[in-house]
Antibody, heavy 117, light 110 residues
Framework: EVQLVEAGGGLVQPGGSLRLSCAAS????????MYWVRQAPGKGLVWVARINGDESVTGYTDSVKGRFTISRDNAKNALYLQMNSLRAEDTAIYYC??????????WGQGTLVTVSS | QSALTQPRSVSGSPGQSVTISCTGTSSDVGGYDYVSWYQQDPGKAPKLMIY???KRPSGVPDRFSGSKSGNSASLTISGLQAEDEADYHC??????????FGGGTKLTVL
């Protein structure tokens, strides 16, 4: 059974940093693309970042470029999102998600990030 | 990338059929046969219901069906049941391993 468990969310002041992590199990973690997707309170889903299996390719939505960094440790079956220079508009539930070949087939339960003074 | 356009809400009575639309552009919905739909209960993670426009993962009832025409896609739920009440999100592959989502549609079963 595929499981994705996020951790690391919390309350942070504007300009601060957080590092999210996602523990994966139930599949060969080193193979698929992995994603971070976020959902602001009462809003829709937004793709945030992507990374391929061997970490050679990454990508970001425009609003987080230069501030967020996605990475993975295939030996630990873990996905990460380093978030710097956080803004109020980054407040959201952040989901770790697994690629299923041109769609997302599994999602974690999410971790809430609140950016507020 | 702009979000795909979905109605904010739809409703139907038990046993009826409802259709949720999802409109994009030629760069996403119209450019790829990779539209997916997700069901999300309050406070829960999204669940895959339809992928590749019209395919159902194992375990998803055949009451759920998907289609696409041009830059628009649709999710149809037939034989509506109370348990179908949830938020539904459409998603399209947009090239280079990126995705664009719709704003979500709240389905109310009357």
């Amino acid at each position: 059974e595929v499981q994705l468990v996020e951790a690391g969310g919390g309350l942070v002041q504007p300009g601060g940093s957080l590092r999210l992590s996602c523990a994966a199990s139930g599949f060969t973690f080193s193979s698929p693309w992995m994603y971070w997707v976020r959902q602001a309170p009462g809003k829709g889903l937004v793709w945030v970042a992507r990374i391929n299996g061997d970490e050679s390719v990454t990508g970001y939505t425009d609003s987080v470029k230069g501030r967020f960094t996605i990475s993975r440790d295939n030996a630990k079956n873990a996905l990460y999102l380093q978030m710097n220079s956080l803004r109020a508009e980054d407040t959201a539930i952040y989901y770790c998600a697994k690629d299923g070949a041109y769609h997302i087939d599994y999602w974690g339960q999410g971790t809430l990030v609140t950016v507020s003074s | 990338q702009s979000a795909l356009t979905q109605p904010r809400s739809v409703s139907g009575s038990p046993g009826q059929s409802v259709t949720i639309s999802c409109t994009g552009t030629s760069s996403d919905v119209g450019g790829y046969d990779y539209v997916s739909w997700y069901q999300q209960d309050p406070g829960k993670a999204p669940k895959l219901m339809i992928y590749d426009v019209s395919k159902r993962p194992s375990g998803v009832p055949d009451r759920f069906s998907g289609s696409k025409s041009g830059n628009s896609a649709s999710l149809t739920i037939s034989g509506l049941q109370a348990e179908d009440e949830a938020d539904y999100h459409c998603c399209s592959y947009a090239g280079r391993s990126t995705f664009v989502f719709g704003g979500g549609t709240k389905l109310t079963v009357l």
